[in-house]
Structures are given as structure tokens and as C-alpha cells.
């Protein structure tokens, strides 16, 4: 079992910066993939941002070149760093963990919204 808890979403402005943060606990975080997924309002829920266990990346095309993601191994965290933020961003954010097995554990989302 994983338990994942995020921080560190709210409103910004359009070109604004937020930083997500999701802190994982309860089994070995090194054996998962982490990620981020993100569900804009009335639409399905879409992978933003993933680094694997052996530490490849797939990325959202849209948030390519303006947000950043990494895993911090030391405190079972992965962190999610959004720059040049749009309307288009506007979403729930939700962590992510994949098991050896495919077992998928969320999050409980954290709010982004970017609007002025």
C-alpha cells in the first residue's frame, strides 16, 4: 500500500509559477513510478508528468518545456514545477504511484487554477 499526499497547489496569475509536491509513504518508494495527472474541469483525467523507477520521463506535449518534474529519494517525495502557467493549466493535480505490479494509487487532488 502507498499513501500519497499533495501540497502546494492554488490560484496564479497567467504566466505564473506554482510548485506541487506529493510525499509518498508506506511501501518502497525507489519501486514505483511516480507522476502527475491532472483533470481539467468536464474533461477525463490525463497524464501531465511521470519519472519511472529507472528514471525515464513521459511527458504531457503541452506542458513539455515548461514544467519540471523530479523525485527526491531521500524524502520519498516527487515535486512538479509549473512556469509559464495558462488558463489551459486550470485543473485538479493529482500524484500518482504505479506498483511493479500496475497497481495505480492517487492522491487526493489539489486544486490549480490560473486566472487573473
Known amino acids: 500500500q502507498v499513501q500519497l499526499v499533495e501540497s502546494g497547489g492554488g490560484l496564479v496569475q497567467p504566466g505564473g509559477s506554482l510548485r506541487l509536491s506529493c510525499a509518498a509513504s508506506?511501501?518502497?518508494?525507489?519501486?514505483?513510478?511516480m507522476g502527475w495527472y491532472r483533470q481539467p474541469p468536464g474533461k477525463q483525467r490525463e497524464l501531465v508528468a511521470e519519472i519511472t523507477s529507472s528514471g525515464s520521463s513521459n511527458w504531457l506535449d503541452s506542458a513539455r518545456g515548461r514544467f519540471t518534474v523530479w523525485r527526491d529519494h531521500m524524502k520519498s517525495m516527487v515535486n512538479l514545477q509549473m512556469n509559464s502557467l495558462k488558463p489551459e493549466d486550470t485543473a485538479v493535480y493529482y500524484c500518482?504511484?504505479?506498483?511493479?505490479?500496475?497497481?495505480?494509487?492517487w492522491g487526493q487532488g489539489t486544486q490549480v487554477t490560473v486566472s487573473s
Open positions: 508506506g511501501s518502497i518508494f525507489s519501486q514505483y513510478d
Open positions: 500518482n504511484a504505479r506498483s511493479p505490479d500496475g497497481t495505480m494509487y
